[in-house]
């Protein structure tokens, strides 16, 4: 089929009513006979070219794709900003169905809402997911039906806003809220928790004097044990909730690396690899020694249990710059320089729910017995103390990637 030009088609979609008042008023003028219809003629020339002009403006200069398909379902009109965020031309798509468009995974979804408006002959609003060069992007479409004078259909129009960073930091603040409000909770819980606890320890000490009975002493000896046990949870827990952070001073990485990644090597079972990639030049950042080896250590830990059959844990560290359209898609970035560190395992990867939650107090897919879930939250607590934060990609069977951004310590000129 001959690709017809974008500009012809975007006087099609908005001229009806115009034709429609024009030639109702020729043929009353015609009717009576009493007037020459050259001038109307000219009028209706004019009329038509300046309303073309004007739906060719707002059609080009709209941030918002603006389309329409005829009743085959080939595109009479598709704007450069529809061009744009599907990496075509204009003319590329003209004429063109969706499965040519969009591929088939993309044609589904986009035909899909194409047939409910066409059975339903009304407007319909819609959130799409479509897969477009490797990503899928989230359309916020308005579709209509589009009708000749006698409502008949004869294709479909609409308009629609690419809303996925959109959609991605109304997720990454529902996260943040969701964090705060268990942040608050359980730092209210470790407060009454600790209130409980003194009095016990206090009381163990004392009966722990008042007798010489070994059966009575072991026994104490145990609660005594259980309580430091819950002690040391509420502690866990402050750190959370308090916002506190140790020493802060210059800090050059590199050694902490070499450290976890010494520590991890020969700790570790056998059966994983431990890797160290490091730049010549790293930028000092400013923060607390002790708590970056310990973030580190405790997300080489988590990717080491991702691993039961083996495998591969990378340590990395890296300069990178924050720019602006980086930080508008995450919502804890400010643009300006960071130091980068990386924690990288090839294990069983995680689904985007368990994403959503790995930093949520007492979350864990692992045992009980292995832990009570706080390690992740506690590193993600230091690195907002350190005014950095954590970006996590992963993938069921393909691994997990923790990326650590610290900000640049900034000398004064």
Same mark, same amino acid.
């Given at each position: 089929m001959k690709k017809q030009s974008s500009e012809n088609h975007l006087s099609i979609a908005g001229l009806e009513a115009t034709k429609r008042q024009l030639c109702k008023e020729l043929s009353k003028r015609r009717a009576s006979g009493t007037e020459d219809c050259s001038a109307l003629c000219g009028e209706a020339s004019t009329t038509f070219e300046n309303t073309a002009l004007l739906l060719r403006s707002i059609a080009d200069n709209s941030p918002d794709a603006i389309f329409a398909k005829n009743h085959e379902g080939r595109y009479l009109l598709f704007n450069p900003a529809a061009?744009?965020?599907?990496?075509?031309?204009?003319?590329?798509?003209?004429?063109?169905?969706?499965? !040519?468009?969009?591929?088939?995974?993309?044609?589904?979804?986009?035909?899909?809402?194409?047939?409910?408006?066409?059975?339903?002959?009304?407007? $319909?609003?819609?959130?799409?997911?479509?897969?477009?060069?490797?990503?899928?992007?989230?359309? =916020?479409?308005?579709?209509?039906?589009? $009708?000749?004078?006698?409502?008949?259909?004869?294709?479909?129009?609409?308009?629609?806003?690419?809303?996925?960073?959109?959609?991605? =930091?109304?997720?990454?603040?529902?996260?943040?809220?969701?964090?705060?409000?268990?942040?608050?909770?359980?730092?209210?819980?470790?407060?009454?928790?600790?209130?409980?606890?003194?009095?016990?320890?206090?009381?163990?000490?004392?009966?722990?004097?008042?007798?010489?009975? !070994? !059966?009575?002493?072991?026994? $104490?000896?145990?609660?005594?044990?259980?309580?430091?046990?819950?002690?040391?949870?509420?502690?866990?827990?402050?750190? /959370?909730?308090?916002?506190?952070?140790?020493?802060?001073?210059?800090?050059?990485? /590199?050694?902490?690396?070499?450290?976890?990644?010494?520590?991890?090597?020969?700790?570790?079972?056998?059966?994983?690899?431990?890797?160290?990639?490091?730049?010549d030049n790293l930028w000092p950042v400013m923060g607390d020694a002790s708590q970056i080896h310990q973030i580190l250590l405790n997300f080489g830990i988590n990717g080491r249990e991702a691993m039961p059959n083996g495998g591969t844990l990378t340590f990395t560290a890296s300069n990178f710059s924050v720019d602006k359209s980086f930080a508008k898609k995450h919502l804890d970035a400010s643009p300006g320089d960071y130091v980068r560190l990386e924690v990288i395992d090839t294990g069983t990867g995680m689904s985007p729910e368990m994403i959503d939650r790995i930093f949520e107090p007492f979350y864990t897919t692992k045992d009980l017995s292995k832990g009570a879930g706080l390690d992740l939250s506690i590193s993600q607590s230091i690195v907002n103390n350190h005014r950095g934060f954590i970006l996590v990609q992963s993938e069921v069977g393909n691994g997990t990637r923790i990326q650590i951004y610290l900000p640049k310590l900034e000398f004064p000129d």
């Amino acid at each position: 089929m001959k690709k017809q030009s974008s500009e012809n088609h975007l006087s099609i979609a908005g001229l009806e009513a115009t034709k429609r008042q024009l030639c109702k008023e020729l043929s009353k003028r015609r009717a009576s006979g009493t007037e020459d219809c050259s001038a109307l003629c000219g009028e209706a020339s004019t009329t038509f070219e300046n309303t073309a002009l004007l739906l060719r403006s707002i059609a080009d200069n709209s941030p918002d794709a603006i389309f329409a398909k005829n009743h085959e379902g080939r595109y009479l009109l598709f704007n450069p900003a529809a061009a744009k965020m599907i990496g075509m031309t204009v003319d590329e798509v003209i004429g063109r169905n969706d499965i !040519e468009v969009f591929g088939p995974e993309g044609a589904e979804v986009v035909l899909n809402t194409d047939r409910m408006v066409r059975e339903s002959k009304r407007k $319909l609003t819609i959130e799409e997911h479509i897969p477009i060069r490797g990503e899928v992007r989230v359309f =916020l479409t308005s579709m209509f039906p589009y $009708l000749d004078d006698n409502g008949e259909l004869i294709g479909t129009m609409g308009i629609a806003r690419d809303v996925t960073e959109f959609k991605e =930091l109304e997720s990454q603040l529902l996260r943040a809220q969701k964090m705060e409000s268990l942040g608050i909770l359980a730092g209210g819980i470790a407060h009454n928790f600790n209130n409980i606890l003194a009095p016990i320890l206090m009381s163990i000490d004392m009966l722990k004097q008042g007798t010489k009975n !070994e !059966e009575d002493l072991s026994l $104490l000896d145990s609660i005594e044990h259980c309580a430091n046990r819950g002690a040391d949870l509420v502690r866990q827990v402050k750190i /959370i909730t308090d916002n506190d952070s140790g020493p802060m001073m210059e800090l050059d990485i /590199i050694p902490v690396l070499k450290e976890v990644t010494q520590i991890a090597g020969t700790t570790f079972r056998e059966d994983i690899s431990v890797k160290l990639e490091l730049p010549d030049n790293l930028w000092p950042v400013m923060g607390d020694a002790s708590q970056i080896h310990q973030i580190l250590l405790n997300f080489g830990i988590n990717g080491r249990e991702a691993m039961p059959n083996g495998g591969t844990l990378t340590f990395t560290a890296s300069n990178f710059s924050v720019d602006k359209s980086f930080a508008k898609k995450h919502l804890d970035a400010s643009p300006g320089d960071y130091v980068r560190l990386e924690v990288i395992d090839t294990g069983t990867g995680m689904s985007p729910e368990m994403i959503d939650r790995i930093f949520e107090p007492f979350y864990t897919t692992k045992d009980l017995s292995k832990g009570a879930g706080l390690d992740l939250s506690i590193s993600q607590s230091i690195v907002n103390n350190h005014r950095g934060f954590i970006l996590v990609q992963s993938e069921v069977g393909n691994g997990t990637r923790i990326q650590i951004y610290l900000p640049k310590l900034e000398f004064p000129d």
